[in-house]
């Protein structure tokens, strides 16, 4: 007993900001709304290029079935997906880029590639 009120004692002891070190559930909650968001707009961010007809063209080129692509999508790490989503907003929005045929479809092309790429590794099935 006498050690339980040791124990006690300094605990109550420890300062507030000590005792207080968990995440409030609200900074949890909000935190993990922001990332659903953000991975939400990524997805639609890489189906809107997968849904242009420029990669359509590449792909039907390469023998490369978009809706099988569509399919891996959601199956992306967070990160990966990211990555992805961001070379497709610097192809839409990067003024140094460019806005042509060629750039469109050789970006649009990686971005093909790496879904496969990415896809292949997390063990999915060849394209």
């Not at 207080?20 to 968001?37: F, G, W, Y």
């Not at 639609?44 to 692509?69: G, H, K, N, Q, Y």
């Not at 970006?107 to 093909?112: E, F, L, T």
Request: hydrophobic residues 55%; charged residues 20%; contains cysteine.
């Amino acid at each position: 007993m006498r050690s339980f009120l040791t124990v006690l004692c300094l605990a109550l002891a420890l300062p507030a900001s000590a005792r207080s070190h968990v995440v409030a559930p609200a900074d949890i909650e909000a935190r993990m709304l922001e990332a659903k968001a953000a991975r939400a707009r990524d997805i639609a961010t890489v189906m809107d290029v997968l849904s242009s007809p420029e990669l359509a063209w590449v792909a039907r080129e390469a023998d490369i079935d978009v809706e099988r692509l569509r399919g891996a999508i959601p199956a992306l790490t967070s990160d990966e997906l990211e990555d992805l989503a961001a070379r497709a907003r610097a192809l839409e929005l990067d003024p140094a880029a460019g806005t042509g045929k060629t750039t469109y479809l050789v970006v649009g092309a990686a971005i093909v590639v790496l879904i496969i790429v990415i896809a292949a590794s997390s063990g999915g099935s060849g394209y």
